[in-house]
């Protein structure tokens, strides 16, 4: 089993900051990509920003600019830096990491999902 857990998540005022965090853990055997999405209500869940293993990221149009990604490898978690944050942003950002398990089986396993409400 592999599991994610996120945190960050808050409300914070149009302008503001947050900073997101995703930590991995169970029967790891390597982890590849790692991502960030977020689906806003009666939306499509849509990717935000990816980051591989070697560190390249790509970054959704709506985001270039004000939000970047990174990891920690040696700690198994990918992090999200949001600044100028729009009322657009809100919604609920969830975690994903493509890792194989100890079984050397591929899959991609998901985080349990953070909201982000920006807000006067």
């Known amino acids: 089993q592999v599991q994610l857990v996120e945190s960050g998540g808050g409300l914070v005022q149009p302008g503001g900051s947050l900073r997101l965090s995703c930590a991995a853990s169970?029967?790891?055997?390597?982890?590849?990509?790692m991502g960030w999405y977020h689906q806003a209500p009666g939306k499509q869940r849509e990717l935000v920003a990816l980051i591989t293993r070697g560190g390249r990221t790509n970054y959704a149009d709506s985001v270039k600019g004000r939000f970047t990604i990174s990891r920690d490898n040696a700690k198994n978690t990918v992090y999200l830096q949001m600044n100028s944050l729009k009322p657009e942003d809100t919604a609920v950002y969830y975690c994903?990491?493509?890792?194989?398990?100890?079984?050397?089986?591929?899959?991609?396993?998901w985080g349990q999902g953070t909201q982000v409400t920006v807000s006067s």
């Open positions: 994903n990491v493509r890792a194989r398990n100890t079984f050397r089986d591929e899959y991609d396993y």
């Open positions: 169970g029967s790891i055997f390597s982890i590849n990509d």
